[in-house]
């Protein structure tokens, strides 16, 4: 099992639509999630920070489920700009910190 | 801010050739990073270095692959000798341990061998 999983879709959603995607991870120790945003042959971009108690960046909203051990990431009102793929990243804190990258989850945004 | 600053953006060459990427972190950044990317397997973590450390390289694949970090504001990752398999998208990222820190990447070195 990987350590860190995500559907790799994609997804095929209409302009204005809500759309949400999981990534679980396996590593109960796990302390620090992101979701990073790769446009097509370009280098990941931090999207945003996932705490504890959820956060909400204007039309995305990040949520940690640590009882069930996955992270999700709810997109409202879909623009064709958010086409991309999607990575979550799960980091654990320890003598060796390790950071997994998910596969991504890609995501196409029709008109 | 420069951001990350990788070089060269592209590199073409022959297999059984020597292959250096270089990386510049952000300036106050302590932490750094080499990723390769391909379709098949992903982003990668081969190495990532603290204060100029090497702490974690079991993600560099072989031998042929070494990575150094001679300062706080230069880091190089060499293939010698390169192999077609080796093609990929080569990532350099860094960040400043805290609380909720992210990596902030370069733009990527795409490395194709023939």
């Known amino acids: 099992r990987k350590e860190v999983e995500q559907d790799p879709g994609p997804f095929n959603v209409p302009e204005g639509a809500t759309v949400a995607f999981n990534c679980t991870y396996s590593n109960s120790a796990s302390q620090s999630f992101f979701w990073y945003r790769q446009d097509c042959r370009k280098e990941p971009k931090l999207l945003m920070s996932?705490?504890?108690s959820g956060n909400e960046d204007g039309r995305f909203t990040a949520q940690l489920n640590r009882a069930s051990q996955y992270i999700s990431l709810l997109i409202r009102d879909s623009k064709l700009s958010d086409s991309a793929t999607y990575l979550c990243?799960?980091?654990?804190?320890?003598?060796?910190?390790?950071?997994?990258f998910g596969s991504g989850t890609r995501l196409s945004i029709r008109p | 801010d420069a951001g990350v600053i990788q070089s060269p953006r592209h590199e073409v060459t022959e297999m059984g050739q020597e292959v250096t990427l270089r990386c510049k972190p952000i300036?106050?950044?302590?932490?750094l990073f080499w990723y390769r990317q391909t379709m098949m397997r992903g982003l990668e973590l081969l190495i990532y270095?603290?204060?100029?450390?090497?702490?974690?390289d079991s993600g560099m694949p072989e031998d042929r692959f070494s990575a150094k970090m001679p300062n706080a504001s230069f880091s190089t990752l060499k293939i010698q000798p390169s192999e077609p398999r080796d093609s990929a998208v080569y990532f350099c990222?860094?960040?400043?341990?805290?609380?909720?820190?992210?990596?902030?990447f370069g733009s990527g070195t795409r490395l194709t061998v023939v």
């Open positions: 990222a860094s960040s400043s341990q805290g609380k909720d820190y992210g990596y902030t």
């Open positions: 996932v705490y504890s």
């Open positions: 990243v799960v980091t654990t804190r320890s003598s060796a910190s390790k950071i997994i």
């Open positions: 300036s106050g950044h302590n932490s």
């Open positions: 270095f603290n204060n100029n450390v090497p702490i974690d």
